[in-house]
Protein backbone atom coordinates (compact mmCIF):
# COMPACT_ATOMS: atom_id res chain seq x y z
CA UNK A 1 0.00 0.00 0.00
CA UNK A 2 1.29 3.66 -1.10
CA UNK A 3 0.36 7.04 0.38
CA UNK A 4 0.95 9.90 -0.74
CA UNK A 5 -0.06 12.71 1.83
CA UNK A 6 -0.11 16.86 0.82
CA UNK A 7 0.60 19.24 3.23
CA UNK A 8 0.91 23.33 2.95
CA UNK A 9 -2.54 24.69 1.29
CA UNK A 10 -3.72 27.80 2.76
CA UNK A 11 -5.10 31.05 2.38
CA UNK A 12 -2.73 33.96 1.12
CA UNK A 13 -3.25 37.32 -0.17
CA UNK A 14 -2.45 37.89 -4.20
CA UNK A 15 1.59 38.67 -4.49
CA UNK A 16 2.38 35.84 -1.43
CA UNK A 17 3.95 32.51 -1.30
CA UNK A 18 3.31 28.80 -0.02
CA UNK A 19 5.31 25.72 -0.06
CA UNK A 20 3.28 22.58 -0.34
CA UNK A 21 4.60 19.55 0.18
CA UNK A 22 3.61 15.80 -0.81
CA UNK A 23 5.11 12.11 1.15
CA UNK A 24 5.35 9.31 -0.56
CA UNK A 25 4.92 6.20 2.25
CA UNK A 26 4.57 2.51 2.23
CA UNK A 27 5.63 -0.47 -0.19
CA UNK A 28 7.92 2.20 -2.48
CA UNK A 29 11.17 0.41 -4.11
CA UNK A 30 11.87 3.48 -5.94
CA UNK A 31 9.75 6.50 -7.53
CA UNK A 32 10.15 7.63 -10.84
CA UNK A 33 8.19 11.28 -12.41
CA UNK A 34 6.55 13.13 -9.47
CA UNK A 35 4.18 15.82 -10.12
CA UNK A 36 2.09 18.83 -9.04
CA UNK A 37 -1.61 18.87 -10.27
CA UNK A 38 -4.61 21.51 -10.02
CA UNK A 39 -8.02 21.88 -10.20
CA UNK A 40 -10.13 24.84 -9.94
CA UNK A 41 -13.94 24.83 -9.24
CA UNK A 42 -15.61 24.02 -12.27
CA UNK A 43 -12.54 23.02 -14.28
CA UNK A 44 -10.20 19.95 -14.99
CA UNK A 45 -7.50 18.84 -13.50
CA UNK A 46 -4.57 20.44 -15.31
CA UNK A 47 -0.62 20.32 -15.27
CA UNK A 48 1.31 22.38 -12.99
CA UNK A 49 4.57 20.93 -12.58
CA UNK A 50 6.36 17.31 -12.90
CA UNK A 51 10.58 16.34 -12.33
CA UNK A 52 11.97 13.37 -12.96
CA UNK A 53 13.91 11.18 -10.61
CA UNK A 54 16.50 12.95 -12.05
CA UNK A 55 15.70 16.29 -11.77
CA UNK A 56 15.09 17.34 -14.92
CA UNK A 57 11.84 19.91 -14.75
CA UNK A 58 8.43 20.63 -16.45
CA UNK A 59 6.13 23.63 -15.85
CA UNK A 60 2.73 24.83 -16.90
CA UNK A 61 3.38 28.03 -19.04
CA UNK A 62 1.13 29.70 -16.62
CA UNK A 63 3.49 29.07 -13.74
CA UNK A 64 6.67 29.36 -15.25
CA UNK A 65 8.62 32.15 -13.20
CA UNK A 66 6.81 32.08 -10.26
CA UNK A 67 6.75 28.30 -9.18
CA UNK A 68 9.96 25.68 -8.56
CA UNK A 69 8.88 22.04 -8.35
CA UNK A 70 11.61 20.17 -6.43
CA UNK A 71 11.89 16.62 -4.54
CA UNK A 72 14.15 14.99 -1.66
CA UNK A 73 14.31 11.18 -2.59
CA UNK A 74 16.24 10.38 0.57
CA UNK A 75 12.63 11.55 2.13
CA UNK A 76 10.27 10.52 -1.28
CA UNK A 77 8.90 14.20 -1.03
CA UNK A 78 8.04 16.41 -3.71
CA UNK A 79 7.99 20.70 -3.37
CA UNK A 80 6.21 23.08 -4.90
CA UNK A 81 6.99 26.26 -4.22
CA UNK A 82 4.90 29.05 -4.91
CA UNK A 83 5.60 32.68 -5.53
CA UNK A 84 4.00 36.13 -7.14
CA UNK A 85 0.55 34.13 -5.86
CA UNK A 86 -2.38 35.38 -8.41
CA UNK A 87 -6.05 34.56 -7.59
CA UNK A 88 -6.42 32.66 -10.67
CA UNK A 89 -4.14 29.97 -8.99
CA UNK A 90 -6.70 29.11 -6.59
CA UNK A 91 -7.84 25.88 -6.49
CA UNK A 92 -6.97 22.58 -4.93
CA UNK A 93 -3.52 21.05 -5.65
CA UNK A 94 -2.69 17.70 -5.86
CA UNK A 95 0.79 15.66 -6.34
CA UNK A 96 0.89 12.44 -8.34
CA UNK A 97 4.05 10.03 -8.29
CA UNK A 98 4.91 7.21 -10.63
CA UNK A 99 6.20 4.20 -7.81
CA UNK A 100 7.84 1.03 -8.22
CA UNK A 101 7.50 -2.03 -8.18
CA UNK A 102 4.89 -1.58 -10.97
CA UNK A 103 5.48 1.55 -12.28
CA UNK A 104 1.89 2.51 -10.48
CA UNK A 105 0.37 6.46 -10.63
CA UNK A 106 -0.48 7.24 -7.42
CA UNK A 107 -2.14 10.37 -6.25
CA UNK A 108 -2.81 12.52 -3.19
CA UNK A 109 -5.98 13.72 -1.73
CA UNK A 110 -5.26 17.02 -2.54
CA UNK A 111 -5.02 20.09 -0.57
CA UNK A 112 -6.74 23.31 -0.78
CA UNK A 113 -4.63 27.11 -2.13
CA UNK A 114 -7.04 30.22 -2.00
CA UNK A 115 -6.08 33.47 -3.31
CA UNK A 116 -7.76 36.46 -2.39
CA UNK A 117 -7.07 39.45 -4.29
Known amino acids: QVQLVESGGGLVQAGGSLRLSCAAS????????MGWYRQAPGKQRELVAT???????NYADSVKGRFTISRDNGKNTVYLQMNSLEPEDTAVYYC???????????WGQGTQVTVSS
Open 96 to 106: NARINPFYALH
Open 51 to 57: ISSGGST
Open 26 to 33: GSIVSIND
